[in-house]
C-alpha cells in the first residue's frame, strides 16, 4: 500500500501560554520533542511512503534538521503554512497534486495529522490508511466519557443533554481516498468554505461518502494546553511499558 500523509504543523500555541511564539510542536516529552515523536510514527509505518509537512516559516530549517539528523527519510517536503489550518494543509495538496501528475501514480489513501499529536502509534497509522483505501475515508475518534449538552438560551445555562451512546470525540490521521479529499479542498477553496477537520469537508462535497470509524484509545490526545505535558509524559510511559510486556 502507498499512502501519502500530511502533517499540520503551524501551531504556535497560545493555549500552552508560551513565550515569544514559541512552536508547540517543540515542547519537549518524554526526552524529545512533540514533532519528532509524530515524525518518528510515521517515518515507522509501514504504509507510508510520503511525509509532507507545513508548519511556521521560522520553524522550516529545525524541521528538516530534525529530519535529517534522526534519519526520517520519508519526509518528502516541509513547507510554510497557510493563515488557517485548512490553508496549511491545501498547500501540502497542491505539491502531492504535482508529483501525482509527474509521477502518474496516484496512492491509495491520504491521510492528514495534527503535528501536536505526537503518541499515534504506527500500527494504527496502518490500519487508517488500509481503511481508507477499501472504504474511501475512515477517522479514528474515542467514546466521549463525559456526558454532553448544549448551551441553552444564555450561554450560563444548560440546554439538551445529548444522547452520549450516539457521540464521538473525532482525531486524526483521517484518511480519505486521494481523488475525493483533493477535489473537497479544491473546492472548499474555491468557495471560501471553511471547516473544523478535513472529514466536514468530505461530508459537504461528497453526501454518499460514509466515513467508517476507527475507535481509538485515549492516549492519542492533542497537546493544546499546559495540563497535557505531564498528561503526556504519563502516556508515553504506559506506552513504553506495553511495547516492553509484549
Not at 99 to 110: G, L, N, Y
Not at 164 to 172: F, I, P, W
Amino acid at each position: 500500500m502507498k499512502t501519502v500523509a500530511i502533517i499540520a504543523a503551524s501551531g504556535v500555541g497560545k493555549r500552552m501560554k508560551l513565550d515569544g511564539g514559541m512552536s508547540k510542536q517543540m515542547i519537549e516529552i518524554g526526552g524529545h520533542t512533540v514533532i519528532w515523536h509524530t515524525m518518528k510514527a510515521f517515518q515507522d509505518a509501514e504504509s507510508v511512503e510520503a511525509v509532507y509537512i507545513a508548519t511556521k516559516a521560522d520553524s522550516i530549517e529545525p524541521f528538516e534538521k530534525l529530519a535529517r539528523e534522526n534519519g526520517f527519510t520519508k519526509i518528502r517536503s516541509i513547507i510554510e503554512g497557510g493563515e488557517e489550518r485548512q490553508d496549511s494543509i491545501y498547500n501540502c495538496m497542491k505539491l502531492i497534486e504535482k508529483e501525482i501528475e509527474t509521477s502518474s501514480v496516484m496512492p491509495d489513501a491520504i491521510l492528514v495529522h495534527d503535528g501536536a499529536r505526537p503518541f499515534i502509534q504506527p500500527e494504527e497509522i496502518d490500519e487508517i490508511a488500509r481503511r481508507s483505501a477499501e472504504h474511501g475515508a475512515c477517522v479514528p475518534a474515542t467514546k466521549p466519557k463525559d456526558t454532553i449538552k448544549f448551551i441553552g438560551r444564555t450561554p450560563d445555562v444548560f440546554g439538551e443533554t445529548l444522547d452520549r451512546s450516539r457521540l464521538l470525540q473525532v482525531q486524526t490521521p483521517q484518511g480519505f481516498a486521494p481523488e475525493k479529499l483533493l477535489e473537497a479542498h479544491r473546492k472548499a477553496a474555491s468557495d471560501g468554505l471553511y471547516a473544523t477537520d478535513d472529514a466536514a469537508l468530505v461530508e459537504r462535497y461528497f453526501p454518499e461518502q460514509e466515513i467508517q470509524v476507527y475507535e481509538m484509545g485515549y492516549h492519542n490526545i492533542k497537546i493544546t494546553t499546559p495540563e497535557d505535558v505531564p498528561v503526556g509524559e504519563a502516556i508515553l510511559a504506559g506506552l513504553k511499558a506495553k511495547k516492553q510486556a509484549n
